[in-house]
């Protein structure tokens, strides 16, 4: 499934997974950031992870970039950049936001990243639906006794 936004197109690859694109030349804001994040609210009531293809050159306010990324059920993402200048962007944004500890492993493009990036976004997806529901019985056997 295929959604296309103000700024760029968010592709749904499965359950628990959103691949992002955002358009060339784009400077994300803060509404487009809560557009973003309306969207994927709306398809996600348990931990999905994104995947950031960074096909396109663009970038983002300040405000944008504290904003990024925050909502509770996203517990990883990967990014494919294709050049230097895109990797060097997304280690500065981590650098800004690494107080936040993102779950974030990027990944060359140009060396198959893409199917590399979604197999490691299913691995950590799943570890936290694994979690999830260990806590959930630990909860459950608790309450019986």
């Known amino acids: 499934m295929k959604f296309q936004m103000s700024f760029g197109v968010i592709n749904l690859l499965n359950d628990h997974i959103a691949e992002v694109i955002i358009d060339e030349g784009t400077h994300m804001s803060l509404e487009m950031c809560e557009e973003y994040d309306e969207l994927l609210l709306n398809i996600f009531d348990r931990p999905f992870g994104l995947l950031i293809n960074k096909l396109n050159n663009y970038s983002y306010t300040f405000e944008a970039k504290l904003h990024i990324a925050s909502l509770s059920h996203l517990k990883a993402m990967a990014v494919i950049h294709y050049n ?40 950590a997806v799943a570890k936290h639906h694994q979690d999830s529901n260990q ?11």
Not at 135 to 145: M, V
């Open 84 to 123: 230097s200048e895109a990797e060097q962007k997304t280690n500065d944004l981590l650098a800004l936001r690494e107080t936040d500890k993102w779950n974030l492993k990027t990944f060359c493009g140009l060396q198959m990243g893409r199917e590399k990036a979604i197999a490691w976004l299913d691995k």
């Open 135 to 145: 806590l959930a019985n630990s909860l459950d056997s608790d309450l019986d006794s």
